[in-house]
């Protein structure tokens, strides 16, 4: 390039000579429209569906010649790795495995059981090692991984988490290769330490999850559902029962609906300043989320049913919580709501060992400009995702849901503003709007028109723990599986 030439001229003559070959005509045209078409050949198919029984033969019988098959996949966090430095999508746990802050190989009971691994075991797979997680559901020999991990010189945040299995993958005729055969995995010397949010898996017979089947429902719409009745009738008291005479706030959960994507999770965590902790105060069962989604296994283990629930305070009419707390940073609002006052709070945790659903956090740090836990909420650009209409805790604090209690006065000084009475569906807490499959409803329960107050008519709803007569404000609409021709 002439050294008395400018840049515009350069790039005109250039794409003049070169691309365009043509004048000034031409050059202003593709200036305007931002794009230069040119001619190409018409694209033949790259597959036009013949052969595929036979492919698919082959794929088994290679599959079976070569013993174990590696399947690479995306998970719903963070994808190929692109979100792995958002400690919000780094700290949520995997909605199967409840596994956040790690990748690891997940392999079936019976192949756990066949190499002599537990969960927390390393494998070599390859030149690589991970953590073993054993995974009902997963078919044996096959081991599952996950991308996105294992970064360097990416931030601070995804620098270090996880190994970078992006190694196993092979390009094969211009596409990339996400399953492996021909690779024996062997078990490695070592143990890891995983952290997952719910070691639990099975409901032991309670009523947890009400299910039933689609001809049980059928024939019955409160199938799988009758212990609620029940409950019903053995809630007496001798007490005058609390008349809210304004707005009652209530929320249904379809069991349906939930596909545990947790996308509720993050919602409610970034609208609420909820902090991120790391991967060790997780594993102390420290983690701050006030939504979580509890995952139970029903059958088998090499074909288990797997049903979602998020469970986040139930904001009882009866809360046992508020009983306890010598302070009253805990009580009940007129409107329903159980409600935190964080100034008033002096850290006893008694309302968390007295609510029965376990959805209570408590601050054992001040996350807020700390540098143990250099994450969004330590730096002055970082603090500038923070909600300016929610209060962040400090050490010594309990908190948790409150129906974004933030958003509901907002929507009622809009309608007073307007001279105009709240209409349905107006508030939606966070959660509920982030719901990609719309399962969680919230509204006015004294609103005898409203879809809330539907739902906790129907016949399908239940409360957690109802014999408790806690009176949760919180519904669950009881799981109907699609099996045609069963019993109910």
């Known amino acids: 390039m002439n050294s008395d030439k400018d840049y515009y001229t350069y790039l005109k003559e250039y794409w003049q000579n070169n691309i365009l070959n043509a004048g000034d005509s031409a050059w202003r045209k593709a200036l305007q429209d931002g794009v230069f078409q040119i001619s190409a050949a018409a694209a033949e198919p790259g597959f036009t ?116 299995v992006f190694p196993l993958s092979t390009i094969s005729k211009n596409c990339r290769t996400y399953h492996i055969n021909g690779i024996e995995p062997v078990k490695a010397a070592g143990e890891y330490k995983l952290a997952s949010t719910q070691m639990h898996h099975s409901m032991e017979g309670r009523p947890i999850v009400r299910e039933t089947t689609l001809a049980g429902y059928l024939e019955k719409p409160d199938s799988g559902n009758e212990l609620h009745a029940e409950f019903e009738k053995k809630h007496v008291t001798l007490y005058k029962e609390t008349e809210f005479k304004g707005h009652h706030w209530g929320m249904a959960i379809d069991l349906n609906t939930c596909i545990g994507c947790s996308a509720c999770v993050i919602a409610c965590q970034a609208e609420n300043n909820v902090p991120v902790v790391g991967k060790e105060e997780v594993m102390k069962s420290r983690i701050m989320h006030w939504i979580r989604i509890d995952r139970y296994y029903n059958g088998d283990g090499q074909d288990p049913e797997i049903v979602f629930q998020p469970v986040m305070c139930q904001h009882c009419d009866n809360a046992p ?168």
């Open 49 to 164: 569906g013949s052969g595929i029984i036979a492919a698919a033969q082959k794929l088994t019988a290679s599959a079976e010649a070569q013993g174990f098959e590696i399947h690479l996949y995306q998970t719903i966090a963070i994808g190929t790795g692109r979100y792995a430095n958002n400690p919000w999508l780094m700290e949520m746990p995997d909605p199967v495995s409840k596994v956040c802050w790690d990748n690891f190989a997940a392999v079936s009971p019976g192949t756990a059981q066949e190499m002599g691994l537990i969960k927390g075991n390393m494998i070599k797979i390859g030149n690589l090692e991970l953590p073993v997680l054993i995974q009902p559901g997963q078919a044996d020999k096959t081991i599952s991984l996950a991308l996105g991990y294992g970064h360097t010189g990416f931030g601070k945040v995804a620098d270090g988490v996880g190994v970078n």
């Open 321 to 488: 919580c508020e009983n306890v707390c010598p302070v009253s940073a805990t009580n009940h609002s007129s409107e329903g709501l159980n409600q935190m006052a964080y100034n008033r709070c002096v850290g006893t945790k008694y309302c968390i060992n007295n609510c029965p659903y376990k959805v209570r956090r408590f601050n054992w740090f001040r996350y807020v400009t700390n540098d143990k836990f250099d994450y969004n909420m330590n730096s002055d650009l970082g603090r500038m995702v923070l909600n300016p209409d929610v209060t962040v805790r400090e050490r010594g604090v309990v908190e948790k849901c409150s129906f974004c209690i933030q958003r509901i006065q907002e929507k009622k000084l809009l309608a007073k503003n307007e001279n105009r009475q709240l209409a349905d569906n107006e508030i939606l807490p966070a959660c509920a709007q982030a719901c990609p499959s719309k399962a969680i409803v919230f509204g006015d329960l004294n609103n005898p028109e409203s879809r809330i107050s539907k739902m906790f008519g129907d016949p399908r709803n239940y409360h957690l723990l109802e014999e408790l007569h806690t009176l949760p404000s919180v519904g669950y609409l009881t799981l109907v599986r699609n099996k045609p021709g069963t019993e109910a």
